[in-house]
Every structure is written in C-alpha cells, then in structure tokens.
T-cell receptor, first 116, second 115 residues
Framework: AQSVAQPEDQVNVAEGNPLTVKCTYS??????LFWYVQYPNRGLQFLLKYITGDNLVKGSYGFEAEFNKSQTSFHLKKPSALVSDSALYFCAVRDPGYSSASKIIFGSGTRLSIRP | DAGVIQSPRHEVTEMGQEVTLRCKPI?????LFWYRQTMMRGLELLIYFNNNVPIDDSGMPEDRFSAKMPNASFSTLKIQPSEPRDSAVYFC?????????????FGPGTRLTVL
C-alpha cells in the first residue's frame, strides 16, 4: 500500500526566513513524489516532482524538495519566504511498483502562512 | 494549451435537484480524475478514467453520484438527487501517463452549494 503524511496542519514563517513543509511517505518500492500548491479559490498547481536521480529537486517559484530515502521524507523548502507563498501545500506519492494505474495519493495539506 | 476546463465555476441548487459538472481535459491526456474538496475531509479522489474507461470508482460516496466519459475530450460528474452534504469544490484533473511521470494537472474547480 502507499500513503503520505503531512504532520503539520499549519506552518508560520516570517518573510525572508527559510521555510520547510514536511512530508513523509510509505511505499513498497521506489516512489514518485510530488508537491502541489493551492492558492485561494484556485485548483492545485504542480510545483515539482521526484522520479529518480538527484535527491534535490528544484521547482517553480524558487521551491525545492529533498528526497531522503532512509527517512522516507520529501520535505519542501525555500531559502527565503515571500508573503505571496502563503497557500495550501499538498504532498503526493505514487508507488509505480504497486499499481500500473496513474492514481496518486495526496496528503492532507499544510497551510503555509508568511507574515510580513 | 488552455489547461483543464471545468464548468460551471459555481453552482447553487436546491436539495433534490440534479447537478451536472463538466470537464474538458488537456488534449492528449489519457487519464482523467474527479476529486472533491471539503474542509472536513480534505481532497478526496472520487473516480478516475483511463482512455475513457472507468478504472476505480471506489471513492464515489453513494449511488447518487455517477460519472461518464463519452470521449477523450469530455467528462461529466452527475449528482442525482443532490443533498446539502454534497456541497464542496469539485476538481477535475488529467494526466499523460505514457510519459511515465503521472503529473496531474488540475482544473479551476466547480464550487457546488446545495441548499
């Protein structure tokens, strides 16, 4: 089975400070991992993904995520937060060895709030 | 590309009425997904299609919900009869699985309010 957990419902960061949004996963094989962002009254937007290769993945809007196989984590990071980064962030996982279908599992979401 | 298109963007209806939500996936994508988002339950996968064929409908809450994909460029999600607890934002997403990465692209959603 495959699952994903986002342990924090909300993360508060001051503008200009680094931010981290946590994600852990559970799969039986090698995972595909994703981060999506949702701004108010909008659909989810793809930020970045890890399929294979370099453990540090760079994505849109200056975000990056680090795949850590030993800790089964895929935390989202940004060196300097902007107020405009305030949104709801979703981590998602797919275990290609578990299913041939394209179904991915989304976490519960973490609300990121950046204060000026 | 215009992205995933959903209509209507907002729907307000009365309990007992039939509601039909529409989705046009990105051209060339072979998977289509319907999700529901509420504050209480978060993002839930309702059903998904591959090449217009339903693959997994285990997330459909009740028989009142049905989904169809008559062709590669159109899908509907129908609720009949609607109930107040169906109030939510419904998202459609599509992906091109043959690319091997399964990135899903979401539409803007339909906000459904059942009075």
């Amino acid at each position: 089975a495959q699952s994903v957990a986002q342990p924090e419902d909300q993360v508060n960061v001051a503008e200009g400070n680094p931010l981290t949004v946590k994600c852990t996963y559970s799969v039986s094989g090698n995972p595909y991992l994703f981060w999506y962002v949702q701004y108010p009254n909008r659909g989810l937007q793809f930020l970045l993904k890890y399929i294979t290769g370099d453990n540090l993945v760079k994505g849109s809007y200056g975000f990056e995520a680090e795949f850590n196989k030993s800790q089964t984590s895929f935390h989202l990071k940004k060196p300097s937060a902007l107020v405009s980064d305030s949104a709801l962030y979703f981590c998602a996982v797919r275990d290609p060895g578990y299913s041939s279908a394209s179904k991915i599992i989304f976490g519960s979401g973490t609300r990121l709030s950046i204060r000026p | 590309d215009a992205g995933v298109i959903q209509s209507p963007r907002h729907e307000v209806t009365e309990m007992g009425q039939e509601v039909t939500l529409r989705c046009k996936p990105i051209s060339g994508h072979d998977y289509l997904f319907w999700y529901r988002q509420t504050m209480m339950r978060g993002l839930e996968l309702l059903i998904y299609f591959n090449n217009n064929v339903p693959i997994d409908d285990s997330g459909m809450p009740e028989d009142r919900f049905s989904a169809k994909m008559p062709n590669a460029s159109f899908s509907t999600l129908k609720i009949q009869p609607s109930e107040p607890r169906d109030s939510a934002v419904y998202f459609c997403a599509s992906s091109f699985a043959t690319s091997g990465t399964d990135t899903q692209y979401f539409g803007p959603g339909t906000r459904l309010t059942v009075l």
